[in-house]
C-alpha cells in the first residue's frame, strides 16, 4: 500500500488528481492538503511514500515546502499548470512532474517510475542536484518568492537589504522581490565573487557601486541610486575589492 499526499491550493485540481489515483491505480491511500503550510507538518508527521506537489502556491511554493522540511524520505511528483523555466530544471535532475490537467497515461508513467524507485532515492540525491543545478552551472540565481521561482541574472542584481525576517533583492530593472528569509539565508545563494556582505544589513554586488561617501563607516551609492551602509570593521576588505586607496 502507498501512502500519498497531494498538495495543491486549487482544490478542483485534488479532486480531479485523487480520484484519477484512485481509479487507474491500485494499493494506494491517498490525503489531500490544500495548504503548503499545514502540509510541511504533515509530510513531517505522517512520512508519505508519495507526495504530488504543486509548484506555484500563494502561502509558499514547491521549492520553498520542500526547502522547509524535516523528512524528505518520500518520492516526489511535481504538478504544475505553466510549462516554464522550473520544468526544465526538473527535467534535467530527471524529477517527474505532470501538467495539469493531468492525463491518464502520464499519471500512469509516473507511478511506474516510482514503484522502481527505492524510498528516498529521489529527494536525498536528485532533489539536491535540482536545487543545486538551478545555481551552478550557470550565472543563474534561483530565488523563491511571492510563489514563484525567480531565475536571476548574477549581473542583474544591484544589491540585498535586511528587513529583520525578510531580504529585499534590488534589480537593475527596478523590481524588487521581497524573500521571506534573513539576509544570512538568502547570501548562500550569492556565493560570487562580485558580491561582498558590506554591513550586517546589506549584500552588494561590487559591479554595481557607482560613488563611495566618506564617513565614519562610509556609504555606498549605487547604480541604481540607493545607498548602503558599510560596516567599519568590513572597510578595509572592500577597499580592497574595489582598488579605494
Not at 480520484?19 to 494499493?27: A, S
Not at 511554493?61 to 524520505?73: K, P, T, V, W, Y
Not at 563611495?212 to 577597499?239: Q, V
Amino acid at each position: 500500500m502507498l501512502n500519498i499526499l497531494l498538495v495543491d491550493d486549487e482544490k478542483d485540481a485534488l479532486e480531479a488528481l485523487e480520484w484519477k489515483l484512485n481509479n487507474y491505480i491500485e494499493n494506494v491511500n491517498i490525503t489531500t492538503c490544500d495548504s503548503p503550510i499545514k502540509a510541511v507538518d504533515i509530510i513531517n508527521n505522517d512520512k508519505p511514500d508519495v507526495v504530488f506537489l504543486d509548484i506555484q502556491m500563494p502561502e509558499m511554493d514547491g521549492f520553498s515546502l520542500i526547502e522547509a522540511l524535516d523528512f524528505r524520505d518520500f518520492n516526489l511528483i511535481f504538478t504544475t499548470a505553466h510549462d516554464e523555466f522550473a520544468l526544465k530544471a526538473i527535467k534535467v535532475s530527471a524529477i517527474d512532474y505532470l501538467l495539469k490537467p493531468v492525463d491518464k497515461d502520464e499519471l500512469l508513467s509516473a507511478m511506474k517510475k516510482i514503484k522502481k524507485t527505492e524510498k528516498g532515492s529521489l529527494l536525498e540525491n536528485k532533489l539536491q542536484l535540482l536545487l543545486n543545478n538551478l545555481n551552478d552551472n550557470s550565472d543563474k540565481i534561483n530565488i523563491s518568492a511571492d510563489g514563484k521561482v525567480y531565475l536571476l541574472d548574477k549581473e542583474d542584481v544591484i544589491m540585498l537589504k535586511s528587513d529583520k525576517s525578510y531580504t529585499t533583492i534590488f534589480l537593475k530593472s527596478e523590481q524588487q522581490i521581497v524573500v521571506s528569509k534573513t539576509l544570512k539565508e538568502v547570501e548562500k545563494k550569492f556565493q560570487f565573487p562580485e558580491f561582498f556582505r558590506v554591513h550586517n544589513s546589506y549584500l552588494i554586488n561590487l559591479n554595481h557601486v557607482k560613488e563611495y561617501l566618506k564617513g565614519l563607516g562610509g556609504e555606498l551609492i549605487m547604480t541604481n541610486g540607493l545607498t548602503a551602509s558599510i560596516s567599519r570593521n568590513r572597510k578595509t576588505e572592500l577597499f580592497n575589492k574595489l582598488y579605494i586607496n
